[in-house]
């Protein structure tokens, strides 16, 4: 599989544009320029120069330094979070398919609750009764989407249970546990990590969303879904201030998207043919 993974043009563009947006986020304090906060009225709107390499915002702010920032809060945002909802995707899908029964009847059925609303939808509906905040927003996010995980983690779950090789560990007296632990989540972590490297390409995007309607992190917050928000009012006169960020959006996402696509043929081509 390592000889697959390398030879794969795709999974390696996608490892690069990773790993350069994530070198950035780690290095941004060295990389930026100036200061991503620093207000400076008497040179808003400059265009690229040496000291702004990427020109000033509408409050004279270096574009540059604040897209370099971005980096660190959009992935230090979406990587967490969705390291949260994986785990708990496992630990409920793999419970719920184990143990089987009514207990994975009610499973299903919550499943289907919150799936039968969009996330959008709960997360403003809770962002409404809690109030505004990143903490509650990270909170709607995985209250609101953690379902999704679960129940396709459930699947794969469900079928490395019906194994045979599951059931000679049962007639040699493991424990559930012990099975679970030593046997399923293992054999279905490939897909796992597959499922997690696609999603964070829709959370970067969610969160970026929240953050260009005004949701979720402080006024003048160098991220990217706020410098959107922030530059419309400016669209026509200085559209590079809504390129900018939109550009860093799309090519970390697509760095995401391909790298977990390209896995995921690597991995399970079956299901890549379908």
């Given at each position: ?16 544009l990773i790993l ?108 409404g009764a809690l ?92 991220e990217w879904g ?49």
């Amino acid at each position: 599989m390592n000889k697959a993974l390398l030879k794969n043009k795709q999974i390696l563009i996608g490892l690069a544009l990773i790993l350069f947006v994530s070198t950035i986020a780690v290095f941004a304090p060295l990389i930026a320029p100036n200061d991503p906060n620093k207000i400076d009225a008497l040179n808003k709107f400059l265009s690229a120069k040496g000291e702004y390499p990427l020109g000033t915002d509408q409050l004279g702010r270096c574009v540059f330094s604040r897209l370099i920032f971005g980096a660190r809060y959009s992935l230090g945002i979406a990587v967490p979070t969705l390291l949260a909802l994986g785990t708990m995707g496992l630990a409920f899908g793999t419970a719920a398919a184990y143990i089987g029964g009514r207990l994975e009847r009610v499973f299903l059925i919550v499943c289907d609750i919150f799936m039968a609303f969009p996330p959008l939808i709960i997360v403003l509906s809770l962002v409404g009764a809690l109030g505004q905040g990143l903490e509650i927003i990270l909170a709607a996010v995985i209250f609101s989407m953690w379902v999704w995980y679960a129940k396709v983690i459930r699947t794969y779950a469900g079928i490395e249970r019906a194994k045979d090789y599951i059931l000679a560990s049962k007639i040699a007296g493991c424990s559930g546990l012990r099975i679970v632990s030593r046997h399923i989540i293992p054999n279905i972590l490939p897909q796992c990590i597959v499922i997690v490297s696609t999603g964070i390409a829709a959370l970067i995007l969610m969160v970026s969303s929240f953050s260009f309607l005004g949701l979720g992190f402080e006024a003048g917050t160098p991220e990217w879904g706020a410098m959107l928000n922030q530059a419309r009012s400016s669209f026509y006169s200085h559209p590079r201030l809504v390129i900018y960020p939109g550009l860093c959006i799309l090519l970390t996402s697509a760095g995401f998207n391909l790298f977990g696509e390209a896995l995921r043929d690597v991995i399970s081509p079956e299901e890549a043919s379908e």
